[in-house]
């Protein structure tokens, strides 16, 4: 029987001391999931007293992982007591190393605790920290061999220039298809196995513009697909080229004759201007100038395969044989340049038709005249 108290009274006090013993929990958080070579970060720490009994004295050593450093001044962390079911917080600031690569580092707590003047515990926990580095890629000195024109072929030329931290890896660039080109080669796109930062890299495509293009500005679509440094996650993004189209109006101009156009008379001359280029003009004025009679028009504008025809009005009296007429076209093309030709033409005056009217009324009086003077001479 006495051993069966004693027993009990040892069961009891152990109970006792498993509850009276300290518990301690600690959470955390980081300021920033993910970071970056040569950032810094700071790892917030709570600690909680989940047990019964008062913890008088906390101390928390960090130790760090690869590409990490402490800069939070000091290398261990100090907490006073913590009374039963209360909280207190302490910081752990730290910093990514410049030339750290996209790896998974850590941040390893020892945490000692003190109950009383003599009993300690210690408790150890590790806290990931993300680390990578991102390419951030751009698109720069974009060239073109010739101008690009429609119905022409041209090399499309530029730079692929890394100007993040890490490298992109496996990097398709590709020109998104459209109606104003096509490329001339069967894939239409480039692959690079890597493209470190901050390197670049130049790229070429030899591409086709669609005859039936409109000068002016369009954009060209650039598709940019990549690995990060991980090769976890692939990235598409897009980005677009300004092109300038530019098309050349080219004219050709010819003479006809118009109304009354014959020697010796006044009459006009038609002329024909045709565009046979491959760019509009726009605002055209022309200024018509011969020997018999110069004028200045306005017709508007031409588009490519277009044409207009003017009438210059020409006194004739004293022509003997074809002349020159010369033409100063002045207009703009479609960016607002202005541009002035000459053109000089060659016109030819016809022979005035036979006017059998005339002719009518002089036979008539002639045969009057015939029937006048055979009747007088009867007499």
């Not at 069966?4 to 009276?20: K, P, Q, T």
């Not at 470190?196 to 030899?206: C, R, T």
């Not at 030709?341 to 002639?366: C, Q, R, S």
Request: aromatic letters at 8%.
């Amino acid at each position: 029987m006495r051993k069966l108290i004693v027993f009990g009274i040892i069961l009891l006090l152990s109970v006792s001391l498993v509850e009276a013993a300290p518990s301690l929990s600690v959470s955390w958080q980081l300021s920033t999931e993910i970071l970056r070579p040569n950032s810094e970060a700071t790892i917030t720490l709570t600690f909680t007293n989940t047990g019964l009994t008062e913890i008088t004295n906390v101390f928390v050593r960090p130790t760090l992982g690869p590409y990490l450093k402490l800069t939070s001044g000091v290398s261990e962390l100090v907490l006073g007591a913590i009374s039963s079911t209360s909280s207190q917080q302490g910081s752990i600031s730290i910093k990514v190393d410049e030339k750290a690569i996209s790896s998974t580092s850590f941040v390893s707590l020892k945490v000692e605790y003190y109950a009383g003047t003599s009993s300690s515990y210690s408790k150890t926990l590790s806290i990931p920290v993300s680390i990578r580095r991102y390419p951030i890629l751009q698109i720069e000195n974009v060239n073109y061999d010739t101008s690009p024109e429609p119905g022409k072929t041209t090399t499309l030329s530029f730079d692929v220039v890394n100007a993040g931290d890490g490298p992109a890896k496996d990097l398709k660039i590709k020109l998104s298809q459209s109606d104003l080109f096509i490329v001339s080669s069967s894939s239409g796109e480039v692959l690079i196995d890597s493209l470190e930062a901050p390197e670049k890299e130049n790229v070429e495509f030899s591409i086709i513009i669609n005859p039936e293009a409109s000068v002016g500005i369009e954009s060209i679509e650039v598709s940019l697909s990549y690995y990060d440094e991980t090769k976890s996650t692939r990235y598409t993004e897009t980005s677009k080229i300004g092109t300038k189209i530019s098309g050349e109006a080219d004219f050709i101009v010819s003479a006809d004759s118009g109304t009354s156009f014959y020697y010796g008379g006044v009459g006009e001359a038609e002329i024909t201007i045709s565009n046979s280029g491959t760019g509009s003009a726009e605002f055209i004025s022309i200024k018509a100038t011969s020997e018999y009679g110069s004028k200045e028009f306005y017709i508007g504008s031409l588009d490519p395969d277009d044409s207009d025809t003017i009438e210059l009005l020409q006194d004739l009296r004293g022509v003997s044989g074809k002349y020159p007429i010369k033409l100063e076209i002045s207009y703009r093309d479609k960016f607002q340049n202005k541009y002035t030709v000459e053109k000089v033409v060659e016109a030819v005056p016809g022979n005035a038709p036979l006017d059998f009217t005339m002719i009518f009324v002089v036979l008539v009086v002639a045969v009057a005249a015939v029937w006048y003077y055979r009747k007088r001479k009867k007499k």
